[in-house]
């Protein structure tokens, strides 16, 4: 598929043949998840996207309970364009109900899914937050359940998110080659937290391709700060609000700083950051192609880094936690 933006690159996604735009769509605001977005400004900020060059759209049952599907459903099917100009990952196995990766909830939750989103089938199904769940349920029980409805068309690829890193290699060490075609990791790959690193030639050696969410550390790294619900420290917190400071004081804005240090690792197929505006839309995108075309702003990034330092790879606990 041919880009409507040539500025904007598009990368591989491991061995499934998609190209996915380096900056890719979370819907999750879609949800109103950081906040009350109009249905208006949520179709403006799609189209917009999508018109830019941005071919890759993320969302989950989980987010907003089902909003952010249909909010997003309803804007990719007013945007009129052919199904295959764009790629759409949801997930399952996590709803606001609570956790269920057995294999009669997933299977039923993509008709669900489907259903709200208006499409045939999503190019991406990824099970949703899977520190949460049975690993060996995930391995033995769900991704075979994901392959079926592989066979049968209504997913093309399957995925697998979650926050601590080690989950990655954990299910990905166990089921069959190819059976996983993408990870998504969160709040692992920004200027605070580079951990998603380590773990890039593992997963090339796996052929499993990779998406990298969260560049703005779901927040953290914007001026206006990150939601009530977020769960950093406050150490994390307040060094993530000097350094946003200290951009500003420069007449920079620190999410473009940290969107472009994302962007710029090449083994990310996409960068997922979230939207909920035509103006962040518009700040992304020429964040994106500025760092393509003319490079990042070295100074800048170092001084942030520095600012950084103290509390650099802190993350947090998610998930069922293991002695
Ligand atoms: P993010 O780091 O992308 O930050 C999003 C926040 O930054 C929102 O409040 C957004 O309004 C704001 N923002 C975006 N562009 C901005 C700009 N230019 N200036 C100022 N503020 C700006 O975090 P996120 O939304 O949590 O992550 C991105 C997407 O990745 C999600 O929407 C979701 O699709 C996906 N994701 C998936 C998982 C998972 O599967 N477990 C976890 C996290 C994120
Ligand atoms: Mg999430």
Request: contains cysteine.
């Amino acid at each position: 598929m041919a880009s409507a933006n040539p500025k904007l690159q598009r990368r591989d996604l491991g061995l499934t043949g998609l190209k996915l735009s380096c900056i890719g769509f979370g819907a999750s605001p879609l949800g109103n998840v950081f906040g009350a977005v109009s249905e208006d400004e949520a179709n403006s900020a799609v189209r917009l996207a999508f018109s830019l060059g941005i071919n890759f759209f993320d969302t989950s049952p989980y987010y907003g309970g089902t909003l952010s599907e249909k909010v997003l459903g309803k804007a990719l099917r007013a945007l009129g364009a052919p199904r295959e100009e764009f790629v759409v990952s949801t997930k399952c196995g996590r709803y606001v109900e609570g956790f269920d990766f057995s294999a009669e909830r997933v299977t039923k939750s993509i008709d669900e899914s489907l259903e709200r989103l208006g499409l045939d089938y999503v190019d991406i199904l990824q099970c949703h937050d899977i520190e949460f769940g049975d690993l060996d349920q995930i391995v033995n029980e769900t991704i075979p359940a994901l392959l079926k409805l592989k066979q049968v068309g209504k997913i093309r690829f399957i995925g697998i998110t979650g926050l601590p890193l080690g989950i990655f290699t954990y299910v990905l060490d166990r089921v069959p080659p190819g059976s996983v075609d993408v990870i998504l990791s969160y709040c692992h790959y920004s200027i605070n937290d580079s951990t998603l690193e380590d773990l890039l030639p593992y997963l090339k050696s796996k052929g499993v391709g990779v998406i990298s969410a969260s560049p703005l550390a779901m927040g953290l790294l914007t001026e206006n700060g990150p939601p009530e619900w977020h769960p950093a420290s406050p150490e994390l917190k307040s060094a993530c609000r000097a350094a946003g400071a200290h951009c500003k004081g420069k007449g920079e804005n620190i999410a473009k700083i940290a969107l472009q240090y994302s962007l710029l690792n090449k083994e990310i197929s996409s960068v997922l950051v979230g939207m909920n505006s035509v103006r962040q839309v518009q700040e992304n995108v020429a964040a994106a192609v500025e760092v393509t075309t003319v490079g990042k702003d070295e100074e800048l990034l170092k001084e942030v880094e520095a600012i950084l330092e103290p509390v650099k790879n802190q993350t947090w606990p998610s998930g069922i936690q293991k002695s």
